[in-house]
């Protein structure tokens, strides 16, 4: 079946260097992608999404990658602070729905969780 | 912009009570509302997918009796748990998004406990 997985379950970075978090998608229909970031007991917030005509993309201290060849996705945060630390999940959009569903559903990962030593 | 609100953040209730949860996007019209519930450690899992003035389409395994879903406006959905029980409790979360765009931008969640 269709799945986003992660390949690290947990991350654990010192303060000041980057943190990659990588995540492997099984859709190659896929055309959108997303990362979010789940601090505890608080909704998932959104960091920054690709499309899959592209494969870089860059934010603020946040760059994302996608390699459609091998289905895979990853987030780079540049300078880890202790504020990153938090749950990340990617997102996968399955192509395009057709005219009669419009829902635009997202398939999550599994989760990574980033924790920043000080 | 894309803020979407949830109310209440937590609540406890009695088993065999009904509980409701709104979610509304205060800067945008949503289009389609999510729901989801999400147990400790784990990620997200689909509970329903709402449509402004429709019905909403619920996942497989998904009672629509237990979670009734109304989406009557641009800005309001809610989430009806109804007949409680402890096996209900969890973290449940909603999101919207506007029409055209597919990113989700979700609510803070509401944590349930059902005594």
């Known amino acids: 079946g269709e799945s986003v997985g992660l390949h690290l379950p947990t991350l654990s970075v010192q303060e000041g260097d980057n943190s990659i978090i990588n995540c492997a998608y099984s859709?190659?229909?896929?055309?959108?992608f997303i990362w979010y970031k789940q601090e505890s007991g608080k909704g998932p917030q959104f960091i920054i999404d690709?499309?899959?005509?592209?494969d870089k993309r860059q934010g603020q201290r946040v760059t994302v990658l996608l390699n459609k060849t091998v289905k895979h996705l990853s987030l780079q945060i540049a300078a880890t602070q202790p504020g990153d630390s938090a749950v990340y999940f990617c997102a996968e959009n399955p192509a395009r729905p057709s005219q009669m569903d419009s829902s635009y559903k997202l398939i999550f990962g599994s989760g990574t969780r980033l924790l920043v030593r000080p | 912009g894309a803020v979407v609100s949830q109310h209440p953040s937590r609540v406890i209730c009695k088993s065999g009570t009904s509980v409701k949860i709104e979610c509304r996007s205060l800067d945008f019209q949503a289009t389609t509302m999510f729901w989801y519930r999400q147990f400790p450690k784990k990620s997200l899992m689909l509970m329903a997918t709402s449509n402004e003035g429709s019905k909403a389409t619920y996942e497989q395994g998904v009672e629509k009796d237990k979670f009734l879903i109304n989406h009557a406006s641009l800005t309001l959905s809610t989430l009806t748990v109804t007949s409680a029980h402890p096996e209900d409790s969890s973290f449940y979360i909603c999101s919207a998004r506007s029409a055209g765009d597919a990113t989700q931008y979700f609510g803070p969640g509401t944590r349930l406990l059902v005594l």
């Open positions: 859709n190659s229909a896929s055309d959108y």
């Open positions: 690709i499309r899959s005509n592209m």
